[in-house]
């Protein structure tokens, strides 16, 4: 079992920076695909950025340049670097872990972080 716990989210204004970190507990994350999701009320939770095992990266189109996802494996965090925030940013953003083995497919989310971008 994996325990996820997202921090860094508040209220920002447009053009400035936040950075989110996920920090894990119960596994190693090293292992594992990671993954910053975020959702609005009324719209499907989107992938904004992604991590594999192996450091294989990708983004969101809408966020390229702009975000970037890392993580430290020795002390089991990742983190999204937002820069540039834009109003449409604004949403609750989820950590979430995932891994397939012989077993069968593992995935873990956190409770959620919400950022604010105003004007």
């Known amino acids: 079992q994996v325990q996820l716990v997202e921090s860094g989210g508040g209220l920002v204004h447009a053009g400035g920076s936040l950075r989110l970190s996920c920090a894990a507990s119960g596994r190693a994350l090293s292992s594992y695909a990671m993954g910053w999701y975020r959702q609005v009320p009324g719209k499907q939770r989107e992938l904004v950025a992604g991590?594999?095992?192996?450091?294989?990266?990708n983004y969101l189109d809408a966020v390229k340049g702009r975000f970037s996802i890392s993580r430290d494996n020795a002390k089991n965090i990742v983190y999204l670097q937002m820069d540039s925030l834009k109003l449409e940013d604004t949403a609750a953003y989820y950590c979430?872990?995932?891994?397939?083995?012989?077993?069968?497919?593992?995935?873990?989310w956190g409770q959620g972080t919400q950022v604010t971008v105003s004007t």
């Open positions: 979430n872990a995932k891994k397939r083995t012989l077993d069968g497919e593992y995935e873990y």
């Open positions: 991590i594999t095992a192996l450091g294989g990266l």
